[in-house]
Structure formats: structure tokens, C-alpha cells
């Protein structure tokens, strides 16, 4: 969706940030068995089962320090940060010395939007002289605090490969022939370039962006991203995408704001087919952590190479929201709703020009801090102003996209993400109807400095 929904991201980014210090950290003396197992639990990374297995307990063991630090490990590991954030409050009143129980309360800090008092948890633990080992991860936290936060300069890339099936490579239709009405009727038969074909192919993509503080509210960022598609077979279909993206960033309390100049470069074929380039506005409310409503407005220039006929303006104006639960698995919802125009520039492609209305929506359920599922859907309807010279119709398409996956992450900064997508477009012109299916499996590897 044009406006990503930040609180999600910052909370995923936390748990991967934090969990590198939580298991480095965890260190259990003897304890009584149920103490025991539930410690066994954690350091598989079931932090779901080590909270059900404890929470029952509380009302009789509060203010047992073993107890306390390992139940307000499992609750904070499982997203129930207010009861962990209590149960390592008991700790520190009885051992102020407490080191992992300082990183994290520190981390329940930050899980509860409490910014400066996580960081002043995190000064803590260093204050106690900790092991060089410690030190150096608290000052690592620290610094990843002061990044999420956007307090200093930030630099991303990403490398992504991927292979997959696509059962259209061309998104054309399924049918042999179609009648011309503009022709009397004539049927036309379509080659095999003109209908659809399915093929094997194999995904590049890479990025890098930056993000840099001028005060603690504005922010200058940038980015550069491309992607490359190669078939098996079909490579007239072969594609590549160039993105660069560029603007500035304003913080007031709970609002975002934020203007940037976009430019699209894609190429079929080894040859340039479209450019399009642009600007979008973007506002941003973080209700709270847990919720976040937005607004979005997108302009563009479409440039067809070879092809100036279908040159267009396309404007796009959206609404947006997302919420994430507080309960096991930590689902994550969001949803858009937009609309808009695409002019043709030139007044003899005025048939072209057409209103759009859309909605997408998605989710997330996050099994553990390895794996999630991920799904999204998403509607768009697109009326043309006057009636196709060949069809003598106005043309009416409606597309509809459905994709599901999952995202493994077998260590920090690296992901494996199989997926399962679908895409249907129905139109009363039957020469722009069709069906796609693609699966894929794709490893990325994300870099940050």
C-alpha cells in the first residue's frame, strides 16, 4: 500500500533488534522444576508456552525473584509487555543489580512507546560494569533505539533472489480468437505471443536508501531500488524495473508528514517501455502503538516509448488504516481505500482515459519471532470515458489479486519467503480478460548501517 503502516514495521524491527540480546543474555541459576521447564521453553523460543505455563502461577510466586525474572521474560517475549514490565519491577525492588532484568524492562519499555525509559534502563545496565560481551550489546541497542527513533543518519540495502512458476508471464487471455466489431464482427485469431503462456523464471532484485536528520522532526531520505525478471523461455516477456525515490519527512507528535519525487523505469525485453515519474504526499497518525490512520495522494506521468498514443496523467488520492492485536500470534490488520483518474494526453486517445476505484487489505499472524504468515488482497475497478473504436464499447475491467505466504527468518537480517498469488481480471472486452498464477520462493538478505 502507497502508505505503509510504520508502527508494524518498527515493532517487527524491535523484536529482531531485542532478541539477539535476550537469548546472549539469558543466564538461569538452579530453580524448582516448573521454573525449570519454563525456562527450557524460552531458550527453544517458545516464549507462548514458558507465559501459559507461568501466568497461572503469579497470584502465589509474586515476589519470588527467580519466578519473577523468567515469568517477565516469557511475558515480554510473547508481546504481554505490561504484565512482564510488572513481574521484572518486582525483580529490581529486591535486586537492583539485576542486570538482564534491567535489558529487559528495558525492552518492555520500548514495547510500550517508552522511549526515554528504556534507554535510561539501558544506561542502567551499563552503570553496573557489565562484561565486554554485555556492554557492547547494550551500546549496539542503544544505538538501534536512536535509529528507530530517526535521531540519526540511517543506512538500508537489500540483496533478493528468487525462482518461481507463472502460469501468464504475459497477462494476456486464454483465448484462441476474438470477434472485431469495428470489422463486422471478423475474428481475429491471436498468436501465441498474444495469449497467455506460462513459463519458469528466476527474480534479482537490490536496493539501498538512506534516512538523515536535519532536527528531530525533519528528515531528508532517499532510496534506489531495481528488479530484474528472467524467463525460462518466454524472455520477450523478460522485464526490469528502476526505482528511485527521494523527500523529506516532518514529526509532530503523533502526525507524519511527508513529499517525495518518484521516477519508474520499466523495461520488456531489454528495451525501454514505460517511464513514469512524479510526487506523492503522504500524512501518517499513530493513534497509538497499536493503531495508525492515514491519508495519501499520488500523482504521475505516464511516458509509453514507441508508443506516445498512450501517453497519461494518473492521479490517485487514498485512505488508509492498520491495527495491531494484543493477543497471541500478534495479528496484524490493515486496509486501504482509494481512487482516481488516468487521462490520456493526447485528445484522439480520450477512450483510454478512465476513472479508478480500488481497496486493498492484508494481515500478518506471527507464530514466533521466526515465522509469519502473510496475506493480501486487493480490488480495483476501472471505467474508460468512451467506447474502444474496435469494440464499440466502453471498456470495463475488474481486477482482483489474492496472495498468501509465509516469512521464515533463519537468522537476523536474512528471510525466506515462499507465496502463492492469484490474479483475475474480468472485462467486457474479452481480449483484456485473464487469469495468472505465480508461485515463488524468493531469500533476501537486508543490510543496515
Known amino acids: 500500500m502507497p502508505l505503509a503502516f510504520q508502527p508494524v514495521k518498527t515493532y517487527l524491527t524491535l523484536i529482531v533488534v531485542f532478541s539477539t540480546f535476550s537469548f546472549s543474555t539469558l543466564a538461569f541459576a538452579v530453580k524448582d522444576g516448573v521454573v525449570i521447564d519454563a525456562e527450557a521453553l524460552i531458550l527453544k523460543g517458545d516464549f507462548n508456552a514458558a507465559y501459559q505455563l507461568l501466568e497461572p502461577l503469579e497470584a502465589d510466586r509474586a515476589g519470588d525473584v527467580d519466578y ?8 515480554v517475549e510473547s508481546n504481554n509487555a505490561t504484565r512482564g514490565a510488572f513481574a521484572l519491577e518486582r525483580v529490581l ?38 562484561d565486554a560481551e554485555t556492554k557492547k550489546t547494550v551500546e549496539k541497542l542503544l544505538t538501534a533505539i536512536q535509529k528507530i527513533e530517526g535521531t540519526t543518519t540511517t543506512f538500508g540495502a537489500y540483496l533478493d533472489f528468487g525462482l518461481g512458476w507463472d502460469s501468464n508471464v504475459s497477462s494476456a487471455p486464454s483465448i484462441a480468437s476474438i470477434g472485431v466489431p469495428a470489422f463486422g464482427g471478423l475474428l481475429v485469431q491471436l498468436d501465441n505471443s498474444a495469449r497467455a503462456q506460462s513459463d519458469n523464471f528466476m527474480n534479482l532484485a537490490a536496493g539501498i536508501s538512506v534516512r538523515h536528520p536535519f532536527t528531530n522532526q525533519l528528515a531528508a531520505f532517499g532510496s534506489v531500488s531495481g528488479t530484474s525478471r528472467i524467463n525460462g ?11 528511485f525515490n527521494a523527500g523529506l519527512q516532518y514529526r509532530q507528535n503523533q502526525h507524519n508528514f511527508a513529499v517525495a519525487l ?10 525501454a517501455f514505460r517511464h513514469a515519474y512524479g510526487g506523492s504526499a503522504q500524512w501518517l497518525y499513530n493513534i497509538d502503538a497499536y493503531n495508525q490512520a492515514g491519508a495519501y495522494a499520488q500523482y504521475s506521468r505516464l511516458k509509453y516509448n514507441g508508443n506516445t498514443f498512450r501517453n497519461a496523467d494518473r ?15 500478534n495479528p496484524v490488520i490493515y486496509g486501504s481505500i482509494y481512487g482516481g483518474r488516468e487521462d490520456a494526453c493526447d485528445p484522439l486517445a480520450n477512450f483510454l482515459s478512465q476513472d479508478i476505484a480500488g481497496l486493498r487489505a492484508g494481515g500478518q499472524l506471527s507464530f514466533s519471532n ?26 470495463i475491467d475488474r481486477q482482483y489479486d489474492a496472495t498468501l505466504g509465509l516469512n521464515f527468518i533463519p537468522a537476523r537480517d536474512w528471510s525466506i519467503r515462499p507465496q502463492v498469488s492469484y490474479t483475475k481480471t474480468d472485462s467486457n472486452i474479452g481480449l483484456n480478460s485473464f487469469d495468472r498464477k505465480i508461485i515463488s520462493i524468493n531469500v533476501r538478505k537486508d543490510f543496515s548501517w
Open 233 to 243: 523461455s518466454e524472455t520477450a516477456f523478460d522485464n526490469s524495473v528502476l526505482d
Open 93 to 130: 525492588a529486591i535486586n537492583p543489580n539485576h542486570n538482564e532484568a534491567r535489558a529487559e524492562m528495558a525492552k518492555a519499555h520500548f514495547m510500550l512507546s517508552e522511549t526515554e525509559a528504556s534507554k535510561i534502563e539501558f544506561n542502567n545496565v551499563l552503570q553496573q560494569n557489565p
Open 262 to 271: 518518484q521516477d519508474n523505469h520499466f523495461d520488456l525485453d531489454s528495451e
Open 315 to 329: 492521479t490517485i488520492l487514498g485512505i488508509n488504516a492498520g491495527h495491531v492485536f494484543q493477543s497471541d500470534w
Open 370 to 395: 521466526k515465522w509469519q504468515l502473510l496475506t493480501s488482497f486487493s480490488f480495483e475497478q476501472r471505467n474508460n470515458d468512451e467506447n474502444d473504436p474496435a469494440f464499440l464499447k466502453k471498456r
Open 68 to 75: 519473577d525474572y523468567v515469568f517477565g521474560v516469557a511475558a
